[in-house]
């Protein structure tokens, strides 16, 4: 049962290597993170997945594995601290501050905005729902 649970725990780092590569390219996409700590997330993921097939292709060299999770490890730490420590950098981003509605603002809103005003278009969404008699 013990082996068994270590060859969960592969399967398990294999999967969080390739969650590490699509994060990392959504830091290099985004304006907010530091475009290194990206390429770190990506590189660390590819490491995940390599270390997996290095301790089970060549058992002696734990080193390697040990190494190559190190990548990753460091790049999951880094942007952990930085979330926690900095945040997310909105000055530097070109978008535009967008203010929140005030309820008084929502309750103003056109039917058509809210999502009603399509009904009396439709001819089948105006009509009453059918009873039971009218089915047959």
Do not use: H, K, N
């Not at 013990?2 to 959504?26: D, E, T």
């Not at 990206?38 to 390697?64: D, E, H, K």
């Not at 190190?70 to 930085?82: C, D, H, P, S, V």
């Amino acid at each position: 049962m013990y082996q068994l649970g270590g060859s969960f725990f592969a399967v398990g780092a294999v999967f969080f290597g390739l969650w590490l590569v699509p994060m990392g390219r959504l830091v290099l996409a985004s304006p907010w993170m530091p475009r290194p700590l990206g390429w770190l997330l990506i590189i660390g993921g590819v490491s995940y997945v390599v270390s997996v097939f290095v301790t089970y292709l060549a058992p002696g060299a734990q080193v390697v594995g040990t190494i190559l999770t190190g990548i990753a490890t460091i790049g999951e730490l880094w942007m952990l601290g930085y979330l926690i420590i900095v945040g997310v950098r909105r000055e530097s981003a070109d978008v535009p501050e967008v203010e929140p509605a005030t309820s008084a603002e929502a309750t103003r809103r056109l039917p058509a905005e809210r999502g009603q005003g399509r009904a009396a278009e439709c001819p089948s969404r105006s009509r009453a729902p059918a009873t039971r008699r009218d089915r047959g």
